[in-house]
């Protein structure tokens, strides 16, 4: 479970993240939807450990960020904005390379990577180098190695961008399976045919704060549109303006 | 495994494939020596054969004596008749002598004879020669007078007022190396340029490919990330400054420095107090070169830094060259500078006392320690993902 109250968090004069409150639940897919520059990534990224919030409490399990980092990290896995890779490093190096950073023993290490091998596919591509590799395998690799540990709270900043169908719909179904397994997954996004259809909660961001937040039913009633793209233009145009 | 093996283990395997960055760690190593067995082998042969020169004669049948001795000199001697003047200054010729037809007639007056040299002082290239043919004329002539003294019943040292004698406090040994201090640089030097590649590449090459923030949402922390890298990074300087050594001190024993009585000897023992002496340094120069990585924008920028950074070492060499001043311990606590003392002493044969490898040593490592956690300070910043 990650629970957000009151986060607030500025960079110099800007409000990136003003009095953001949320819980995203086990076994539920938490949608962050909003404009490029709402506050999507900096939220996520005080989740993950590499920002630090002005004020607010941000918990996973329970666990405060702030005050004991490593352990909160231990219980998070991780789709950043950025995928870079090294290019001179195997696809299932990387995986190794991360598991072994999360402490997995090495017999563990080796089931877990071949069984994310299979569930995503890349059988063929797992012991090349990722030069070269195209952006739905590049993509395929960041999230085998941000599900080794098994975490038991996912956190995906913007999953399927840029991605091919055929990708677009393994992430999908990595997403689906990881929620049957009573995961807690938050994912940001600015597509919503995405999060309409993946999420059982969506918040609505729009420059820092959340305008709206619910099932996209409740949010279709909130802005009183039956198109939930409309809504959602409706919604953060309301803050704009 | 600790998390510092960890990252030491990817950092190390990611820097051995990377083909581009490992040739030019290695290429300073196995060019320098290299370099230096030719330039010193084509020294040596050019002043071997300054002894060994051909003076064209005119007029020599007047001094079969002085053509004598100059053969018996290893000089040879061929006849020239024309004009000498217009020949040197043509440059056929390097230097011309020319002995006059009085010769004989002045030697049995007992009356100073002239022998004309004619040379180009405006040419360097020929200035051994002519100094080579100065140099035998004033031996002829001390020999001669000599002669001429005992004849008349008078010791020739009543022509030596005074005779310096030399004595040299340095042993051959220790005047090799002074004469060949170029290989202390190249060994200091080849610690900044080997680790370089992987210095730079595992920072401002981790933030230009965008891994550093994947990297860094894992469980550990990140000085032990820093760690991994900097223990990495200082194994590349240490290979390619051992294999310079190595090399170095192989090519050395490969020139012929005894034909200009010099003697190069080294002992495995001093081939070991070697690299104990200079290992330290792979750890300094690996922690600058990731420090100024992780205030560059990319690998580029932090190589363009880092250019300036590799002449670094160059200055206490060359002031030693230039100010050479009697070793003082204290000095060996001075990157660099300490770890060119020892490995002049060493060469030297030297007895080093323990102290210096402890000084030179600990200087390293405490201040290599203390960038490696600056470096890890900025890792802590926020800042460290964005721009």
Not at chain 1, 19 to 27: D, K, L, P, S, Y
Not at chain 2, 109 to 121: A, N, P, T
């Amino acid at each position: 479970m990650i629970e957000v109250r009151s986060l607030c968090k500025s960079f110099g004069e800007i409000n990136a993240v003003r009095n953001v409150t949320f819980t995203a639940e086990n076994g539920k897919v938490t949608g962050l939807l909003g404009p490029n520059g709402a506050g999507k990534s900096t939220t996520l990224r005080i989740l993950y450990g590499l920002l630090t919030q002005d004020s607010g409490d941000a918990l996973i399990d329970g666990v405060e960020i702030k005050s004991d980092r490593l352990l909160a990290q231990r219980k998070i896995g991780v789709l950043p904005d950025s995928h870079g890779l090294y290019i001179r490093l195997t696809a299932r190096e990387h995986i190794h390379y991360f598991g072994r950073l999360h402490g997995i023993d090495r017999n563990l290490l080796e089931t877990r990577t071949n069984e994310l091998i299979r569930l995503l596919n890349m059988e063929s591509i797992a012991d090349r180098r990722v030069e070269g590799f195209s952006q739905g395998e590049r993509m395929k690799v960041c999230l085998a190695r941000s599900l080794i540990h098994d975490p038991p709270n996912v956190l995906l900043d913007e999953p399927t961008n840029g991605l091919d169908v055929m990708t677009t719909r393994t992430v999908r179904e990595i997403i689906l399976e990881l929620k049957q397994r009573d995961i807690t997954v938050l994912f940001s996004s600015h597509l919503m045919h995405e999060v309409s259809r993946l999420c059982d909660h969506i918040i609505i961001v729009s420059e820092g704060s959340i305008v709206a937040s619910g099932s996209t039913d409740k949010i279709r009633a909130a802005a009183q549109e039956d198109n939930l793209e409309d809504a959602f233009v409706k919604l953060v145009e309301g803050v704009t303006s | 495994m600790h998390p510092i093996a960890i990252v030491l283990d990817k950092e190390f395997r990611d820097a051995r494939r990377d083909k581009r960055s490992v040739m030019s760690a290695f290429l300073f190593p196995v060019f320098a020596p290299v370099m230096v067995y030719f330039m010193l082998t084509a020294i040596i042969e050019l002043r071997v054969n300054a002894q060994k020169i051909t003076i064209p004669v005119q007029g020599g049948e007047h001094a079969p004596g002085l053509i004598q001795w100059l053969e018996e000199k290893d000089v040879s001697i061929v006849d020239f008749t024309g004009d000498a003047r217009a020949v040197v200054k043509a440059k056929d010729r390097d230097v011309i002598i020319i002995i006059p037809e009085n010769y004989q007639q002045r030697l049995a007056e007992l009356r100073s004879i002239e022998i004309e040299v004619v040379s180009d002082g405006s040419r360097t290239d020929s200035q051994p020669t002519v100094g080579r043919v100065h140099e035998l004329l004033r031996e002829y002539n001390r020999e001669m007078a000599s002669l001429r003294l005992i004849a008349r019943g008078v010791s020739p040292e009543v022509m030596q007022v005074i005779v310096g004698r030399v004595t040299d406090v340095a042993s051959k040994q220790q005047r090799t190396a002074a004469a060949l201090n170029f290989i202390p640089l190249y060994i200091i030097l080849s610690a900044f340029v080997a680790g370089m590649g992987i210095a730079v590449d595992s920072t401002a090459g981790e933030r230009e490919r965008k891994t550093l923030e994947p990297l860094l949402i894992n469980p550990i922390e990140r000085y032990h990330i820093v760690m991994g890298k900097w223990i990495a990074s200082s194994l590349f300087s240490a290979l390619g400054m051992v294999m310079t050594l190595v090399l170095c001190v192989a090519a050395m024993l490969q020139v012929p420095l005894d034909q200009i009585g010099l003697q190069f000897n080294v002992t495995a023992w001093q081939i070991v107090l070697m690299i104990v002496a200079t290992l330290p340094l792979a750890f300094l120069a690996t922690s600058m070169q990731m420090l100024l990585g992780i205030f560059a924008k990319s690998f580029k920028d932090a190589q363009s830094y880092i250019g300036f950074l590799t002449l670094l070492p160059v200055i206490p060499s060359l002031y030693m060259m230039f100010n050479p001043m009697a070793t003082r311990e204290w000095m060996f606590a001075i990157p660099m500078l300490g770890q060119h003392l020892l490995l002049v002493d060493v060469l030297g044969g030297k007895d080093v006392p323990l102290i210096g490898y402890v000084y030179s040593a600990v200087s390293c490592l405490v201040l290599g320690m203390g960038l490696v956690l600056l470096t890890a300070r900025f890792f802590q910043k926020e800042s460290i993902i964005s721009n």
